[in-house]
Every structure is written in C-alpha cells, then in structure tokens.
C-alpha cells in the first residue's frame, strides 16, 4: 500500500457524527469536571482535536513516532530553539523572516547561541 493510500485509510471517522473528514474544532476551551479533569482537552492553546489528528497524520506520513504543529512558523522556530544551549550556533539565510532574525539577534544571542546569516546567491538564470 502505498504511504499516500495509507494515509487517506488513517484519517479517522468521526465518532459523533460518522464524518470522514476531521471536524475543525474552533474552541477555545472545553468542559472540565474539575481542574485537571477532562476529556484530553481543556484549552485550545494547550491541545485541540483537529490538531492532534493532523500531528498524529503527519507523524504516520513521515515514519514518525510522533508530529508536533505550531500556529506559525515563528512559533515553531521559537520552541526548537530551545533546545539549544550556550555555545550553540545557528546557521540562517540572510533573508530569513524578519522576526526569526529579531528573535535570533535580540532574544538567543544573550543567551550566548551564536547565529550566522549567510548570503544566499540567486542564479541569475532562474
């Protein structure tokens, strides 16, 4: 089978209502039966459904044990940062988006991770 097939027959069904695509939780928040107690979800910057299909989709696509989504590219960028730690170095486009570079220069770069843009020639044929 092939991984897109395999794919498209991973998508879940939705048990409320027998849909086969995912529904698109807008939420915010979710009931709770007390603090802590809940369904899985409490509130959308937290965990959501519709994402948590898409992260387990993804991570199925790419042989993974798991996927992670992130409202932005920023966002992203951000948490993998994180990672990193004094005397780490970040190699970036000179024309990376302007707030990764901000973040880089005015956030990560105090933190002793040192960031290098490199200048991007463009093939003038292209």
Known sequence: MSSITELIHSIPVDPLTGAISVPIYQTSTFVQDAPGLNKGYDYSRSNNP???????LIAKLEKGSTGLAFASGLAAIDCVIKLLKT?????AVDDIYGSAFRL???VYEQFGIKVHCLLVLKNPKT
């Open 104 to 106: 880089f220069g005015s």
């Open 87 to 91: 005397g780490d170095e970040i190699v």
């Open 50 to 56: 519709t994402r948590a299909v898409l992260e387990q």
